[in-house]
């Protein structure tokens, strides 16, 4: 009988020790978190309704844009990095009421910009970096399914942990809960 408790306790110490290496793993993913905010590109304003940012950081371009964004990380349904022929993009989704806005906002500016910040966090101490310009594409026709793909200034690496951190936040905002 000695024999079986001793089995039965190493059993229960691996299942502990595993179940705890697994949901550490899992709570260092859940604490990723990444801002998005899309602006459009505006005609500057003496009263300080715009800003003026450059965007590509090895041939930075000037753009005057709106200091309120009309699209924000709490719309985003699903986010994630595709390929595409040369590289790779971010694929971002939106929720109705994203999409209605991104359709709305790209077919009255049609000709103009759509500047991409956007913040995430860094691996050592899992806070969020200053953030920077992403992209500024350019609006050829309007986005009627609320899908907004661009190829970022950025490496695929950082990609992943901007995709990864809105994830978790559009995660969190259907579900109601935030981590600590």
């Avoid at 801002?35 to 309704?49: S, V």
């Avoid at 800003?51 to 371009?61: D, L, S």
């Avoid at 860094?122 to 793909?149: C, M, S, Y």
């Amino acid at each position: 009988m000695v024999i079986r408790l001793n089995r039965f306790n190493i059993y229960l110490v691996l299942l502990v020790v595993l179940a705890a290496g697994c949901k550490t793993a899992e709570s260092k993913h859940e604490k990723e978190v990444s801002t998005l905010q899309l602006r459009q590109e505006a005609n500057p304003d003496p009263t300080g309704r715009t800003e003026q940012i450059a965007v590509y950081r090895e041939h930075p371009v000037k753009f005057t844009v709106s200091r309120a964004p009309f699209l924000t990380e709490s719309k985003v349904k699903e986010a994630k990095v595709i390929d595409v022929v040369g590289g790779f993009a971010l694929r971002i989704a939106f929720d109705k009421e994203g999409a209605m806005l991104l359709e709305e906002y790209t077919a009255a500016t049609r000709g103009r910009h759509i500047a991409v910040f956007s913040q995430w966090v860094e691996a050592p101490d899992l806070k969020p970096n200053a953030g920077r310009w992403l992209a500024a594409p350019k609006i050829q026709t309007h986005i009627t399914d609320g899908v907004f793909i661009f190829t970022p200034d950025a490496t695929r690496e950082e990609c992943e942990k901007i995709a990864h951190g809105l994830n978790d936040v559009a995660r969190d905002l259907r579900t109601g809960q935030q981590d600590n």
